[in-house]
């Protein structure tokens, strides 16, 4: 028996798979020791971005495939999850072709801005658990313990 499939892509609206990939296809390491995920995955007009933790090290980064599922660019260390059941670290697309991920698992949790190539482009302390762009990228939303905070761009 093969690996099993960690992204099936499907037809709509029979929903019959048309292909699928597993951990190995999209994710390949230099050991067979080293196992990475991929945790969140978005999409804009032009790439699907996934965040991937390594479950060795911890490490999360944001890898950034086309409709292929071709891994077009391999992110950025990001952040440590501070503990190994640490498991989520969020993203939404900003400004058509850059990335906001929200790094809850860290000791310092952080806000980043990654750009279309997968560099990081602004990191700064701050917590939240989700984040999402308004309509009109004008504003951004982060949910955090005290509630919804807004944040004009």
């Known amino acids: 028996m093969g690996e099993s499939p960690l992204i099936e892509h499907r037809s709509l609206p029979s929903f019959r798979t048309i292909q699928t990939y597993t951990r190995s296809q999209l994710l390949p390491t230099n050991s067979p020791s080293i196992i990475e995920i991929a945790r969140c995955i978005r999409t804009n007009d032009y790439s699907i971005a ?7 090290t911890y490490e999360w980064r944001v890898d950034i495939f086309n409709f292929h599922m071709q ?16 498991w989520c670290c969020l993203l939404t697309s900003y400004r058509s072709s850059w990335w906001f991920v929200m ?13 279309k190539q997968a560099h990081v482009r602004q990191q700064i302390e701050h917590e939240g658990y989700n984040i999402c762009v308004l309509q009109g990228e004008q504003r951004f939303v982060i949910k955090d313990q005290q509630g919804l905070a807004i944040f004009r761009i």
């Open 103 to 115: 790094n809850n698992t860290s000791e310092l949790e952080t806000l980043t801005l990654i750009d």
């Open 71 to 86: 891994r077009l660019f391999k992110g950025e260390i990001l952040g440590y999850a501070a503990y190994s059941n640490y």
């Open 50 to 56: 996934m965040t991937i933790r390594n479950l060795t």
